[in-house]
């Protein structure tokens, strides 16, 4: 799917038969992915085959030498889908009077839930605080941050700092959403203090049109969703589910047959990393040195994506989301059949992750049995590092730093800060981070402060009084009387060597983020606290495992200096220490000297860049993701690759 170009624009403002028309396309832009039920890629298997083009329009997609030779979402005016516009009492046709109301709408603090290239969006005036409240409120999403679209690049600088590097992704023709530093202030709703907004800029002719009517530069721009459900894409569901959100419906007459959210990227250390791969990157195929023919890979659970494996590619499938959500599911195993359909694949062989209790690994195990096929199973850290290796066309041992907040180990506890010795076959664990208890098991992760409880109370129980601890002044004694009960009597207390816990526990330890109200929070507002400028790091150490009590003694002493920025910037730059000095060890023994660094905490921006910049002055060569995601995005890559070298 791709941005509209500026030689549409220029029609839109010119062609008397596309002036204004808010779906303006030709063969170097517009839907794609979105439309198609099939190939080939003609008119007949898209979305567009209800629409019989006029004469204007059928001439110019059949001259070879027209621009809109065989686009096949081709229309104009006269022949193509049209706006409509609802809400209680009121419904309008047409392009101009459905803008009008959608501006009115904005500009009186209201918002409206409207149909974009992949599935709906939910939209307000994005310096409005009492539209984006209530737009939180309504949607029932606490204080995860939303998108912000700007009306052009100008408007983003004013805004937000903005890299060379950063201006490239924005301007591109996928139109992802960018990750900026904030300069100026929006709606203090729109981020809650992260420092951070996701910024867009318009890529479909409706966004320009709209802008042309609006008078405020940036509006909101988030999934049309519900809770943790996928983007909503049909009509009927929209009108019973966003109305209510929103107030207003805009929609269009043409049909989304692949959902696809909006994607998100990152500039860390000059170079792209994908937060979210869907629109604009789907279904573009990652090049593999292995023949990956007829393998299936079923992703993980959080953050879905599946792969399907043609020949020496790998087709990736669109963000899906968190398989536990029943509605995520559906649409999990409707994208599979609808992929198999599109790419004419046929599954021979299958993988997915180790840990039985996943969806995806369930639903592996049922099409073992329904298709009679063979089936692996992935450890989720060696999928991480394979993930990136794969894009490198790496084939050899490496040294693999694996770290993220879950993924079930060999051992039956729960991984997540592995340093590797792999290759796409094999792996061997050489160490991690000490095993913690984790109070509640998933309850930890959505409450940071039972982390904390957790590691000061392993390395210095009996040694303060954590009732007086100001980390601990929004939790009840009744609570931390329960957990540290839990802990002594080992109920409910899985093991985990997770990194992700170790960035909640700091987080919540230096009153950053006590209970997160969305995934992740604790660790962004740790590396969003950074702001100082340093190289020192605390004190660890590596006997076997690594121990983090001479770190978190000496973060509790300076706690009393009060200086959140300097803790925060010295503990990520402990933990980057931590990397290097393994990775010596390994390079000493074992003659390794690449380093792969995959797994959802290298999107943090400071501590992979501080991680990198260690490692290559250390002499390592170091590799990252940057085609896939290095979170659990990514996984299904490392899973069919590793299926790769075990079937072949």
């Known amino acids: 799917d791709i941005a509209v170009c500026d030689a549409c624009l220029a029609d839109m403002n010119s062609d008397p038969d596309r002036l204004d028309y808010p779906f303006v396309n030709c063969t170097n832009c517009g839907p794609r ?6 190939l080939p890629y003609d008119r007949p298997m898209t979305a567009m085959k209800v629409f019989d083009m006029c004469e204007k329009c059928a001439s110019e997609y059949n001259d070879v030498f027209d621009r809109r030779f065989h686009a096949q979402p081709v229309a ?17 046709a047409g392009t101009e009077p459905v803008l009008n109301k959608i501006a009115e709408r904005i500009s009186s603090g209201k918002s409206v839930a409207v149909k974009g290239m992949g599935g709906y969006h939910l939209i307000c005036d994005a310096f409005n605080d009492m539209a984006v409240s209530d737009l939180r409120r309504s949607k029932n999403r606490d204080a995860k941050p939303f998108a912000v679209m700007f009306r052009d690049f100008k408007e983003i600088k004013k805004y937000c700092h903005v890299s060379r590097e950063e201006e490239k992704e924005l301007v591109s023709w996928r139109r992802p959403i960018v990750i900026l530093k904030q300069k100026l202030s929006l709606s ?12 867009i800029l318009p890529y479909m002719p409706f966004h320009h049109l709209l802008f042309k009517k609006l008078d405020t530069p940036a509006i909101v721009l988030t999934s049309g969703n519900i809770s943790d459900n996928p983007l909503i894409k049909e009509d009927e569901e929209a009108f019973k589910y966003l109305m209510p959100v929103a107030g207003a419906l805009a929609s269009y007459n043409r049909e989304i047959y692949n ?11 000059g170079k792209l990393s994908l937060i979210r791969r869907s629109r604009g990157y789907v279904p573009e195929p990652v090049d593999l040195k292995v023949n990956a023919e007829g393998i299936l890979a079923l992703g993980a659970e959080q953050k879905n994506c599946f792969c399907a494996g043609k020949n020496n590619q790998a087709l990736m499938s669109q963000y899906i989301g968190d398989l536990k959500h029943v509605a995520v599911f559906d649409f999990y195993t409707e994208a599979i059949e609808r992929f198999c359909r599109i790419f004419r694949f046929k599954p021979e062989y299958l993988a997915c992750d180790l840990h039985p209790g996943y969806l995806s690994t369930v639903h592996a195990l049922r099409l073992k049995e329904k298709l009679k096929i063979p089936l692996v199973q992935v450890q989720h850290h060696h999928a991480h590092i394979v993930s990136c290796m794969a894009e490198y066309g790496l084939d050899e041992k490496v040294i693999g730093v694996s770290f993220d907040g879950t993924g079930y180990g060999t051992d039956g506890n729960i991984w997540g800060s592995e340093f590797l010795i792999a290759d796409i076959l094999n792996f061997r664990r050489v160490t991690h981070f000490e095993y913690i208890p984790m109070p509640g098991g998933d309850k930890a992760a959505d409450e940071p402060w039972r982390m904390a409880y957790s590691y000061l109370y392993k390395y210095f129980e009996g040694e303060m009084n954590f009732r007086e601890m100001p980390a601990f002044s929004p939790v009840g004694i009744e609570q931390m009387e329960i957990v540290g009960e839990m802990i002594r009597k080992g ?4 093991l985990t060597s997770g990194a992700g816990r170790l960035f909640d526990a700091v987080s919540a330890l230096i009153g950053l983020c006590s209970h997160s109200s969305f995934d992740s929070e604790a660790p962004m507002r740790l590396e969003t606290a950074v702001m100082d400028e340093t190289d020192d790091f605390y004190p660890f150490e590596i006997n076997g495992v690594i121990r983090f009590k001479k770190t978190l003694s000496e973060i509790l002493r300076d706690l009393q200096s009060n200086n959140t920025s300097l803790i925060s910037a010295k503990f990520h730059n402990t933990v980057a220490r931590v990397i290097f000095t393994v990775s010596e060890m390994i390079r000493k023994n074992e003659s390794i000297s ?10 943090n921006r400071y501590l992979l860049e501080k991680t990198e910049k260690l490692l290559t002055a250390g002499g390592f060569e170091v590799f990252t993701n940057h085609q896939v995601p290095a979170n659990d995005g990514g996984i299904a890559l490392g899973q069919l690759v590793v299926a790769s070298k075990k079937f072949r």
């Open 33 to 38: 992915f979105t439309i198609i039920d099939g």
């Open 76 to 92: 104009c005016n006269y022949c193509g889908p049209q706006l409509s516009y609802i809400e209680p009492g009121l419904s309008i």
């Open 188 to 199: 203090r709703c729109v981020n809650n203090g992260l420092g951070t907004v996701g910024a």
């Open 259 to 269: 959902r696809a959210d909006d994607s998100v990227v990152r500039i860390i250390g």
């Open 491 to 494: 109920i409910n207390c899985p």
């Open 594 to 603: 690449k380093v792969v660094l995959s797994g959802g905490v290298f999107q």
